[in-house]
């Protein structure tokens, strides 16, 4: 159980990149887990939030949570962040 939160907590740390080939294979680096997937949708934790593809015929080619790599294919129409992203609230922009 230890090496887990180890694990997870370095890939938390690494960059988190996204390349989409003619909206047919995205390739992202920086994943830490893949909490649920289907055929239309795969939420995945990365280092910069929880990451939503959305599509059709969505299949995970390859995932390594040790390298933190993830491959999917299938028609990809959109890709959504939510949470972690640290820009600061309104009470932040307040007091500068």
């Known amino acids: 159980m230890y090496e887990e939160k180890t694990m997870s907590a370095s890939n938390s740390k690494a960059p988190h990149t996204v390349t989409l080939d003619n909206r047919r294979e995205l390739r992202a680096a920086g994943v830490?887990?893949?909490?649920?997937f289907d055929e239309q949708?795969?939420?995945?934790?990365?280092s910069l939030g929880q990451m939503v593809v959305r599509g059709e015929g969505l299949?995970?080619?390859k995932l390594s949570v040790e390298t933190g790599e993830l491959t999917?294919?299938?028609?990809?129409?959109?890709?959504?962040y939510v949470g972690e992203e640290k820009r600061g609230?309104?009470?932040s922009?307040?007091?500068r």
Do not use: N, W
């Open 32 to 36: 830490s887990k893949v909490d649920s």
């Open 41 to 46: 949708t795969v939420v995945a934790y990365t």
């Open 59 to 61: 299949h995970i080619e």
């Open 72 to 80: 999917l294919t299938g028609t990809i129409s959109s890709i959504s």
């Open 89 to 91: 609230g309104v009470l």
């Open 93 to 95: 922009r307040l007091f």
